[in-house]
């Protein structure tokens, strides 16, 4: 079986999988492929069909995700409690399972779904989804800077957002959130307890890069085009999905400043005709959290700085307003480029 003493096939073999070889290279011939990447197979669907089966997809993508996701409990040997939400004490089992899962679920609930969609009803080289060329050097030196001025300003609406007190009819469920969002954070405090460089470097790659790269794909990559398609309006459909994208996450005290990022992630990929921006700057706000979260941990004995923690309103009307020059810079890099045919 296999390779034969010389190096060769064996004569049984080897012509039918030439012949398999050669109609699979014929079928992707670069006229072909380059005809095939241009539209979807189902890119004449109305909008609302669209959608439907972007929601198919997702559906599907959910159910995947939580048949991998239940298969390693015994492994790990997951107690109960943990499951059912009880407050219960951490292991590396624990840990290991969740950042499992989390790998788990960008890549089937969201990666994937994102391109099959893109296959079957854009094009997976539309807009950038693998295209990285179509971005210019400029702009990608501007995002980091874009984050790092409009940090305070985004944390500015996370600190007013915290503080919010719902009515006194709703106190039963404002009871329910703040101690559903308390468990969400003992367990990503676990995730990142490890601050040695292989902890933070596992934290970065399963809680950064990868729901950097499946969300922007699943949410802008695929769902804010669905949108745009639907409402006939880019602007409706970036505030639509910035507000669903916030609503995902489940995370009422974290919903405003997860809804203006979804804005700028939104208006990136918009305008850049690309999903790659959006992947960067989201990498980075969600990476940069994790280092200073080791860096300013209370084992290191450092305290996270007021203006990063709690910024005050000066600092944030700042934020503001040095990060929306940076934005309308980079909208008018971007709209240039376009112009030209370079995006």
Request: hydrophobic fraction near 50%.
């Amino acid at each position: 079986m296999g390779a034969s003493k010389r190096g060769k096939f064996p004569r049984s073999i080897f012509p039918i999988l030439a012949k398999i070889f050669y109609k699979f290279t014929e079928s992707i011939s670069q006229s072909g492929m380059e005809e095939r990447m241009k539209q979807g197979r189902f890119s004449t669907y109305s909008p609302t069909a669209s959608l439907f089966f972007f929601f198919l997809l997702f559906i599907g993508g959910f159910l995947i995700t939580g048949l991998l996701a239940y298969l390693p409990l015994l492994y790990f040997h997951i107690p109960a409690d943990f499951l059912t939400g009880q407050d219960i004490k951490p292991n590396s089992n624990i840990v290991s399972y969740i950042l499992l899962s989390t790998v788990i679920q960008n890549v089937f609930l969201f990666f994937l779904p994102a391109i099959l969609y893109a296959y079957l009803f854009d094009s997976p080289t539309d807009y950038g989804l693998l295209n990285p060329q179509k971005n210019k050097l400029i702009s990608f030196l501007l995002i980091p800077l874009l984050w790092f001025l409009v940090v305070p300003f985004i944390s500015f609406t996370g600190f007013l957002n915290e503080n919010m007190v719902l009515p006194h009819a709703l106190a039963k469920f404002e009871a329910f959130i703040k101690g559903s969002e308390a468990q969400q954070d003992k367990i990503i405090a676990w995730m990142l307890a490890d601050h040695s460089l292989i902890g933070i470097s596992k934290d970065i790659f399963c809680m950064a890069l990868l729901p950097a790269i499946g969300e922007e794909f699943i949410f802008r990559g695929a769902f804010q085009k669905v949108l745009i398609r639907l409402l006939k309006s880019p602007h409706a459909a970036i505030i639509l999905g910035a507000i669903l994208f916030s609503a995902f996450h489940l995370q009422f005290y974290g919903f405003l400043p997860r809804m203006f990022l979804g804005l700028i992630l939104g208006y990136l990929f918009y305008w850049s005709r690309s999903i790659w921006p959006g992947v960067l700057f989201h990498f980075l706000n969600n990476g940069i959290e994790i280092i200073l979260n080791a860096y300013y941990s209370t084992s290191a004995g450092r305290a996270i700085p007021k203006w990063i923690d709690k910024p005050g309103i000066f600092l944030a009307i700042t934020s503001l307003f040095l990060a929306s020059f940076v934005f309308w810079y980079i909208y008018k890099i971007f709209l240039k480029a376009r112009m030209t045919g370079n995006v």
